[in-house]
């Protein structure tokens, strides 16, 4: 059974920075992406980047210019978040997410609230 394993969150203040990172473990096969969504409080999840198993990466416009997705190339079932210059609006639970062939997994989230 894969699990996935988040860590990094917490209070950052506005402008501040901080590195989101997930572990997979457990038997993975055929991972094609892995990645990084959250929810705001009232609101719906959604996409904050991914990460393909060849390396391209895909950003939601509000993250863009802020956000950068990586991943541990030697095992490649890690996946990081680095985000700079955090707005009051990041303020959500930040979910890990694995895309297999033959399944798709979820971290249990991660909080991560920006305010002053």
């Known amino acids: 059974q894969v699990q996935l394993v988040e860590s990094g969150g917490g209070l950052v203040q506005p402008g501040g920075s901080l590195r989101l990172s997930c572990v997979a473990s457990?038997?993975?096969?055929?991972?094609?992406?892995m990645g990084w969504y959250r929810q705001a409080p009232g609101k719906e999840r959604e996409l904050v980047a991914t990460?393909?198993?060849?390396?391209?990466?895909?950003y939601a416009d509000s993250v863009k210019d802020r956000a950068t997705i990586s991943r541990d190339d030697n095992a490649k079932n890690s996946v990081y978040l680095q985000m700079n210059a955090l707005k009051p609006e990041d303020t959500a639970v930040y979910y890990c997410?694995?895309?297999?062939?033959?399944?798709?997994?979820w971290g249990q989230g991660t909080l991560v609230t920006v305010s002053s």
């Open positions: 457990g038997n993975i096969f055929g991972i094609s992406a």
């Open positions: 990460i393909s198993s060849g390396g391209s990466t895909n």
């Open positions: 997410n694995l895309k297999a062939i033959f399944e798709e997994v």
